[in-house]
């Protein structure tokens, strides 16, 4: 299992749609033209004791992941049960425009079932720590592969007072820093935010939740 610490690289991610095969997708191979890893990207290796099998890591063994490494602004990407887990860690920027963007958003309290949101993520920021947003990065859409744009600002293919976040470019989904959906877009739903906790400040568990 490998992963990338990114700022606004372009990661692979991908969402599965209603009616397909989840167990046959892999997330690599539809990547959309978004697995291109920006040039400020640093590979991070993970620790040998933390990556499950991959007969384990097939049948959704939990997935233990040290964050002390992921700076303010900078994204962490590791594999869960063959999709891709986005670790996000939010600046005090990024946290305060969240609030700002609820009338522009088709869901912005998490609120509808096809992808449920865990009760401990219903919240304005999405997840258990307000900092680090845990998300499944695949586009609720058609399960391509959506893009960083963490950047704020005008530019290509995105509105002028874009806050940050992320693009679907296959077909024109945008997600802001919370994985949550913008109104008007294809995407049916906010992106999944799987089961995890934290088993100490520095070590997050993907897939078990028993300690929420």
Known sequence: MSGTISGDAHNTAGAAAPGIDKGR?????????????????????????????????????????????IAPGEKLTVEWRGKPVWILRRTPEQLAELAKLDPQLADPASVRTQYPTPDYARNPHRSIKPEFFVGVGICTHLGCSPADKLTPGPQPSLPDDWAGGFFCACHGSTFDMAGRVFKNKPAPDNLEVPPHMYVSDTVVVIGEDKQA
């Open 25 to 69: 997708r892999t997330w690599i191979a539809i990547t959309c033209g978004a697995g291109v890893v920006g040039t400020a990207a640093v590979a991070v290796p993970f620790v040998s004791t933390f990556a499950p099998s991959e007969r384990a890591r097939a049948a959704g063994a939990p997935v233990r992941v040290d964050i002390s490494a």
